[in-house]
């Protein structure tokens, strides 16, 4: 053999590697919350609106993730896009407690590491992704709630912001009506339990699973919770597990719907343990778990997305704001059920 040819030989492993490299897809999937969402419910102007705002969420994450970027970078810029936007139910926007404040949950997981990190029931962080990143980099714990997580975030430099920057007054009109209903006693009863969050009223948080190119998947959630919650209330977004998960041996997956059904589901980790355990492909498995839901009388849905680039958008709402983008096809934004899912 010639030394031509065997430098050839040599070579060959190492241009199919960076083929391969090359070819692997990455991407993003994005949603802006699951819930009672038709056409009679939106205006057409107001309906432009999402679709804009989650493309332009979509674009920030993926423009990470094309020059080569971080999947735990594409998660966060996709997701304080849709913190800083009024139209969601996160950050800005955020749905109002019974005490007629604004408080957030969040929560963040590197699917190479298993890293995760979480914030719960913050009143002054602008974004509180931003924080529960910043719990799984620059702590030594997991998840941070109320004032301790806000001291936290002082220690670390954080502008705080005040209350008001988040409330809305559609929003404010929200609690108005789920108080009014609990006031008149028509809601909230042991037989009818489905009624006491009126379904209607909570749209809009906000999730982002990623993909990149070197083939690490990641998980991010933010949210207000649910109008009217009480007594210190957290839902399943900043819960590992149940709102947020990812590993790179499986997949990652972000929550929204009705948290306390997400939470006695752990709705992302059953996810990821059908494929563990049983090898199930991620839509199949997405499936099965949002069925479970169902059936405890839970309603909502997940996004999903595992190493191979494949996606799930499951939900057994009326509509889930969501977006995709990735390499190997087309960028699609939806909002109604009966769009592509
Ligand atoms: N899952 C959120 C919560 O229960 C709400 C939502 O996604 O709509 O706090």
């Known amino acids: 053999m010639t030394t031509f040819m065997k430098t050839l030989l040599l070579l060959l492993p190492l241009a199919t590697l960076a083929a391969s490299a090359a070819d692997r897809p990455y991407g993003l999937v994005i949603h802006g919350g ?92 602008k974004n509180p992704i931003n924080l529960a990143r910043d719990v799984m980099a620059k702590s030594e714990h997991v998840m941070m709630v ?24 559609w929003r404010r009109e929200q609690l108005k009506k789920a108080q009014e209903k609990e006031k008149s006693g028509k809601e909230r009863t042991a037989a009818v339990p489905a009624d006491y969050f009126t379904r209607t009223l909570r749209w809009g948080t906000v999730g982002c699973v990623a993909l990149d190119r070197a083939g690490n998947l990641a998980a991010g959630t933010s949210t207000g919770g649910m109008t009217n919650k009480k007594f210190g209330r957290v839902g399943d977004a900043p819960i590992i597990g149940a709102g947020t998960y990812a590993s790179n041996a499986t997949c990652a997956v972000s929550a929204t719907g009705w948290g306390e059904f997400f939470i006695r589901v752990g709705v992302a980790r059953d996810i990821a343990a059908q494929m563990e355990y049983r090898g199930t492909p991620l839509q199949a498995a997405a499936a099965a778990t949002i069925a479970k839901v169902g059936r405890l009388g839970g309603d909502g849905g997940v996004i999903a997305l595992d190493a191979q680039g494949n996606v799930a958008m499951e939900f057994n709402s009326p509509g889930m704001y969501r977006a995709v983008r990735l390499s190997h096809r087309p960028a699609t934004v939806a909002i109604y059920g009966d769009e592509a899912k």
């Not at 997580?149 to 809305?168: C, D, W």
């Open 146 to 169: 109320g004032d301790g997580a806000e001291i936290f975030a002082r220690s670390l430099g954080y502008e705080m912001v005040p209350n008001e920057y988040f409330q809305t007054d």
């Open 34 to 125: 699951a819930g009672v969402i038709e056409r009679s419910a939106l205006s057409p102007k107001r309906e432009a609106e999402y679709r804009a705002k989650l493309a332009e969420a979509l674009n920030a994450g993926y423009a990470v993730l094309e020059k080569g970027g971080a999947s735990l970078d594409a998660v966060t810029a996709a997701i304080n896009v849709m913190e800083d936007s009024p139209l969601f139910n996160a950050g800005k926007g955020a749905v109002f407690n019974a005490d007629g404040i604004c408080e957030l949950d969040a929560s963040i997981m590197d699917g190479r590491t298993q890293a995760a990190g979480a914030v719960a029931g913050v009143h002054r962080i």
